[in-house]
């Protein structure tokens, strides 16, 4: 039976409806602020202001969706056509991905990062018959003197201008840009006069994004979402993490920044600079007031990050070098388990902020929203209803279900969720009717409410900072490379909440175990996906395993590599 029953009346039905209700109520609001250029730290005493990035109106929002949804109409998109989507976060990005949704398509998120087979296989599985991409991923892709560069720093991208699709291109025109190609700053420079684009039919049930993730098979799986499920999921989030009007969401997450768009809040975007990922202490320095002659706004009331990230701004905090401002009241952790001794030190430093810590899935986000003393209270023993030979609370806290979630625990632990905020289900497959989410939760009862706490997680995926590592997708790849008969990757707790990933290997016999090691170090940035690139590289005599079909023990490697003492060793 399911838990916790749904109030689905109590949340708005359409995603692209809910924005424009903020735009009717504070037109002249700030909605989104471009990223910043990157600013350079002078060390002790804090960090150069950062030059703000252009700032656009709720009004200038509604607009510029409107003007975009129009021209894409004009080109011939419309209803069920799906748009290949890999444009950098920025306010112009945003536009055209609820212009595309406005015009009744989808947008689809696949990244090119993972390599051209499983790219391949993606696309195939989502046959967008349009895209949407950097000019520079063009110019990087293609032959030309610019793809060895990208080669040589281990990119094996798919070569985008070869798809047979109605390309649009972000940024200046480069080699590589296929002919007939549009530029995206285009489809805003015809104003509307007015006119708002038509849509049919059900808003609430159209098919809005297409967001891959991979079952431990490596099968593509293609997680879609609707209008309504997006929306009611994004109230969620506001509603718990106490956003609303007069509030700054300092994110790079489209699934942080669209519920701060539907608080009313607003979104501000951190600098890339010229990495692919964000730079945390840049990211802190960031977090202030800003007042130009082009903007002025006050400092982030809210942040959002992973474990990973924080750390070291905690540490930088320790040691003065970053002063993180008054007004941010609220960092909101998710993507990776938080432990609780480093979310008691999080507190400690930061006195006056309030943590939210999110547990959801692609699939079903948010499930559930714990608040840090309360995850404390938890992990202390003082409000556990199971504890730990030690006293302390036994398993890791996730918190209440919100509102409108159901729940339902298999007999075997595995929780299964459904609600408002569910997918429409799996691209190609019957509409989901609940989700089988593979983590193992007892369920904790307190003043009649029931609390999740997570015992274990059934798939064998790593998570390390954003990312989650399917080891079966790269095993076999691993596994080919000349010397190595068997390879096993597992994610070992590195105290902060995170996992390093640890690989595990057998070499051929009369293989030489160094030989092995640099062969891999200098092979694997070429054959599979960066973000899965293992911390650690060790040769084995034998993989321990386990049950009648002796299968590798992964519970037994976790538990000895454990044991030995960390020593980063990147293997790029």
């Not at 610019?146 to 649009?168: E, I």
């Not at 070291?312 to 007004?327: F, Q, W």
């Amino acid at each position: 039976m399911f838990d916790h029953p749904t109030e689905q009346s109590a949340f708005t039905t359409d995603l692209i409806a809910a924005v424009y209700a903020v735009a009717e109520r504070v037109p002249g609001n700030p909605a989104i602020t471009a990223p910043g250029k990157a600013s350079r730290f002078r060390g002790r005493g804090g960090s150069e202001a950062v030059k703000p990035g252009r700032t656009i109106t709720y009004r200038g929002l509604v607009e510029g969706i409107e003007a975009t949804a129009l021209a894409l109409q004009e080109d011939g998109f419309g209803s069920g056509e799906r748009m290949l989507f890999s444009v950098r976060p920025s306010p112009a990005a945003f536009i055209l991905a609820l212009g595309a949704v406005r015009a009744g398509g989808s947008v689809v998120f696949i990244d090119p990062g993972i390599g051209p087979s499983l790219f391949r296989d993606r696309t195939e599985l989502a046959s967008p018959r349009w895209a949407a991409s950097e000019s520079l991923l063009y110019a990087l892709s293609t032959k030309g003197p610019l793809r060895p560069l990208a080669r040589k720093r281990g990119l094996l991208l798919p070569d985008y201008g070869a798809m047979d699709v109605r390309h649009y291109y972000s940024g200046p025109w480069l080699p590589g840009v296929p002919w007939g190609a549009r530029p995206v700053k285009a489809l805003t420079a015809k104003s509307t006069g007015g006119e708002f684009c038509p849509h049919e039919g059900n808003a609430a049930g159209q098919e809005a994004v297409i967001i891959f993730t991979s079952g431990t098979t490596g099968a593509p799986k293609g997680v879609v979402h609707t209008r309504g499920s997006l929306a009611a999921g994004f109230e969620q989030l506001t509603r718990r993490c106490t956003f609303g009007e007069g509030d700054r969401v300092h994110s790079e997450q489209l699934m942080m920044g669209l519920p701060a768009l539907i608080a009313g809040a607003h979104w501000t975007m951190p600098s890339y600079g010229l990495s692919a990922h964000i730079d945390p202490l840049r990211l802190a320095s960031e977090l202030g007031p800003v007042s130009g002659k082009q903007a002025s706004y006050d400092g982030a009331t809210h942040l959002f990050l992973v474990p990973s990230q924080l750390a070291p701004i905690l540490d930088a905090v320790e040691d003065g070098t970053v002063r993180l401002p008054r007004t941010l009241r609220t960092v909101m952790l998710g993507a990776a388990p938080v432990l609780a001794p480093f979310l008691k030190r999080a507190m400690h430093l930061l006195p006056g902020v309030d943590f939210k810590l999110i547990y959801g899935m692609t699939e079903v986000l948010p499930v559930a929203i714990a608040d840090g003393q309360e995850k404390l209270a938890f992990a202390s023993g003082a409000e556990a209803h199971v504890t730990a030979p030690d006293g302390s609370g036994q398993g890791d806290f996730l918190g209440e279900p919100l509102p409108g979630v159901e729940l339902r625990v298999a007999e075997d632990h595995e929780l299964m969720v459904r609600g408002p905020n569910m997918c429409h289900g799996y691209l190609g497959e019957d509409p989901m009717v609940e989700h089988a989410t593979g983590d193992l939760v007892r369920l904790d009862h307190r003043d009649g409410a029931a609390r999740l706490v997570m015992i274990g997680r059934k798939k064998d995926m790593i998570i390390r900072g954003k990312t989650n590592i399917y080891p079966a997708l790269y095993e076999p790849v691993i596994t080919g490379v000349a010397g190595v008969r068997q390879a096993v990757l597992v994610g070992v707790p590195d105290g902060v909440g995170d996992e390093t990933v640890w690989l595990a290997v057998v070499a051929d016999a009369g293989a030489s175990a160094a030989a092995v090691k640099a062969r891999l170090a200098r092979e694997l940035p070429r054959l599979i996906d960066e973000s899965a690139l293992p911390d650690r590289i060790e040769v084995l005599d034998a993989i321990p395993s386990s049950g009648r079909h002796r299968k590798p023990d992964r519970a037994a490697l976790r538990q000895e590599f454990t044991s030995r003492p960390l020593l980063k060793e990147a293997a790029t």
